[in-house]
């Protein structure tokens, strides 16, 4: 049974992509990093001898630290707690994740951060599918802090160059649709993130509600008509993109844990209970 400060990596598998899950805090040192160039998905890099510079954005937040092997996790913990930061430790850290058979983020294919530690990424305005699913998936298994810029067709090379950031979603930029596959589906390649439950169930939905073929699964319809009513709801796209985060959410929850879940009416009788639902 792990320690009260302790995380196994089974109980973490459950939280990554959630929308309410803790930070995850990289603190191997650059020899460690390079030996070992992946994270646990949603991890963000840190060094742990400067603690005082970014551990006050986590004040009122549950935080996991990572490091190689469990070692230097608890002295790093053990400040952010006294921080008044809720502080757990990767159980056997980056080692134990990977015997666990965790899915790791290929850390190679993450586009350099800015000065304040963010990727920052390009797109064309009035998101509808892709343009929407990509930075949930950015937000939840890459980079919690990813900015996006929405700006017209046009202006997405010359925004990308003067500010930094990387384009996705429009033609001829590597972050973009390949054969059949959307860009939603190269993403999940490229940051090698096929092994997260429910994401590639997730893939085929997005796939034919932003390729038209909707007869690639059932729910594509759906996910279409959700997003475009999205679309008419909001002027803003960045209103748009904060409550499209919670359509994605629902539709991973729903391919990572509820396929074997049905619904009917009415509902148990009386003295019967229902079915219980699956923990996070």
């Known amino acids: 049974m792990p320690a009260p400060s302790t995380l196994t990596a ?43 510079v970014w551990a006050a954005p986590l004040a009122g937040r549950a935080a996991v630290v990572v490091c190689a092997d469990g070692g230097l996790s608890a002295g790093v913990a053990a400040w952010l707690r006294h921080a008044g930061i809720a502080a757990e430790v990767l159980e056997g850290g980056l080692a134990a994740w ?22 920052v990424w390009v797109t064309r305005a009035r998101p509808k599918v892709d343009r929407v699913a990509c930075p949930w998936l950015i937000r939840r298994f890459v980079d919690p802090g990813a900015v996006f810029l929405f700006v017209a067709p046009g202006e ?8 930094g950031a990387t384009p996705f979603d429009i033609e001829d930029c590597f972050w973009s649709h390949r054969g059949e596959q959307c860009t939603f589906d190269v993403m999940i390649q490229e940051f090698g993130l096929g092994g997260v439950a429910g994401l590639s169930r997730l893939a085929v939905i997005v796939r ?19 997003s475009l009513g999205l679309s008419r709801m909001f002027r803003d796209d960045l209103a748009q993109l904060e409550v499209g985060l ?23 009788a009386r003295g019967e209970k229902a079915a219980a639902e699956p923990a996070v």
């Open 10 to 52: 089974a109980h973490l598998m459950r939280l990554i992509g959630t929308h309410d899950a803790p930070a995850i805090i990289d603190v191997r040192n650059d020899p460690e990093r390079s030996a070992e160039p992946f994270l646990v998905p949603g991890a963000v890099r840190r060094d742990a001898g400067q603690m005082e």
């Open 98 to 119: 990977r015997g666990a058979r965790g899915p790791l983020l290929n850390a190679s294919a993450v586009p350099p951060p800015d000065a304040r530690g963010r990727t």
């Open 156 to 163: 997405v090379a010359g925004t990308a160059a003067r500010f």
């Open 208 to 226: 034919g509600a932003d390729t038209a073929r909707l007869d690639l699964a059932p729910q594509c319809a759906g996910l279409l008509a959700a």
């Open 246 to 268: 919670s359509l994605y959410d629902a539709f991973w929850r729903w391919s990572r844990d509820a396929l074997a879940e049905t619904h009917t009416w009415p509902g148990p």
